[in-house]
């Protein structure tokens, strides 16, 4: 079998982070949520104590940070390294999901670490998920999907997926996704939008197999 870039696009919460890494393993690629960069620098900038409004500043962070992803052995997880220091856990508590919206909509923040997802990219075989890595990072892939599913559907499955000591109501999750979605729907850099030749998948009522199983199908018809 041949070998190509697959880009998975979508709003926070439609599925990404979790079919990825199937259809990673499906296809024996590797797999990179640019969403850990996002928040991994988002930890960093709070951990030091940074103004998540220093665009200067947050540009350079970005440039010096060293963000290391790592595949877990047996291909169910990664760890996420922030200066040799494991953060895994930490860039999925609510202070980062506050300000992560804020971060990686600053230009410079996004040029940076689109290079870095491009490095990431040159050795193919790869899955990549994000925001707009079928629009900007990777528009050559030669398979770009976008996944959908309603704000409501999309909140439920955060809610499910919090960490302990990291409670917050449906209603209050719900309310941060719509509030994401504006954010990242309007903003004139790099908005969340489908690629004009991207395949739209609705993972609405769909199984997170079933959903890699449909991506697998349309990579075999790619390759």
Known sequence: MGSLLIAIDGLV?????????????????RFVDSGD?????????LDRGLDTGDAP????????????IRPWPNGLGRAVVVDRRDVTAEIHTRRVDAEVANISRLAGVRERLAASQRSMAREGRLVMAGRDI???????????????????????????EQR???????EEVLAEMKKRDAIDTTRELSPTVPARDARIVDTEGLSAREVADTIVAMAKEAI
């Open 13 to 29: 919460a439609a599925g990404k982070s979790t079919v990825g890494p199937i259809v990673a393993r499906t296809l024996g690629y």
């Open 37 to 45: 960069l996002y928040r991994a620098l988002t930890w960093l900038a």
């Open 57 to 68: 500043g947050l540009t350079r962070l970005a440039a010096e940070a060293t963000v290391d």
């Open 134 to 160: 079928g629009t900007v990072v990777l528009p050559h892939a030669p398979l770009k999907v976008f996944l959908v599913a309603s704000a409501e559907e999309r909140a439920r499955r955060r809610h499910l």
């Open 164 to 170: 302990p000591g990291t409670p917050a109501s449906y």
